[in-house]
């Protein structure tokens, strides 16, 4: 005799464990990145939605302006705010955790920006 009544059970863990991970999944992965913003300013050296899809090419811009141009190594913001045109005293001033604001981001889209490579990072990351 084939009891139904240990099948069904049986069949109800099966398809647990069978949509668990695709449920589990959808809780996690799909989670937009969450930066967290400087807490002492409130305006960036640009519009904020043009920072977030074109920093690095400002980054970029900054970097040649400087190194080939001889240009400013401050700037101002739409607010007065003065700021240095610079990536490691620039940027990572006002940003200064860069695991909660740049690295939220760069781990979600998978991009590893080489610039640590030379420019130092916050002194708080490296103790
Ligand atoms: C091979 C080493 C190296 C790498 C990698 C590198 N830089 Fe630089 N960068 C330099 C040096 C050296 C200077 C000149 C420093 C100066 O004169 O202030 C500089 C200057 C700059 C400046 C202008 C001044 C300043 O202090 O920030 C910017 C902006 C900049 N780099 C951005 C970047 C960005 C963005 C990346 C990654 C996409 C990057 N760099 C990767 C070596 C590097
Ligand atoms: C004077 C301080 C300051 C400097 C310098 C600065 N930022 Fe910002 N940044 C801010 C603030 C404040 C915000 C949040 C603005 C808002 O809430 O709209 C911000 C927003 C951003 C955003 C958008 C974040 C989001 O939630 O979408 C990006 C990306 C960004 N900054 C990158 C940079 C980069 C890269 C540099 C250097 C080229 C830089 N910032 C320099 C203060 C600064
Ligand atoms: C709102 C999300 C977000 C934040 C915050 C953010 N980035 Fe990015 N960043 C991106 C994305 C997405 C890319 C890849 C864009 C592409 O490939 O077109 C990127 C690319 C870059 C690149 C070019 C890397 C490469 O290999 O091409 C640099 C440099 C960079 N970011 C620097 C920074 C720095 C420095 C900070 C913190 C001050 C920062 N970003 C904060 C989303 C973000």
Not at 47 to 74: A, C, F, K, Q
Request: charged share 20%; net charge positive; glycine share 8%.
């Amino acid at each position: 005799m084939y009891g139904t009544g240990r099948i069904i059970p049986a069949l109800a863990i099966f398809l647990g464990f069978m949509t668990f991970a695709v449920w589990y999944n959808a809780g996690q992965a799909q989670q937009p990145p969450k930066p967290e913003k400087p807490k002492d300013y409130k305006e960036c050296v640009a519009p904020t939605e043009y920072m977030r899809t074109s920093h690095m090419v400002l980054l970029n811009e900054w970097r040649d302006d400087i190194l080939r141009n001889g240009g400013p190594r401050t700037g101002v913001t739409a607010n007065g705010t003065s700021y240095t045109r610079s990536l490691q005293n620039g940027c990572m001033n006002c940003h200064n955790d860069k695991k909660k604001f740049c690295d939220t981001c760069h781990t979600y889209a998978a991009v590893k920006p080489y610039c640590w490579d030379c420019h130092l990072e916050p002194m708080k990351e490296a103790m």
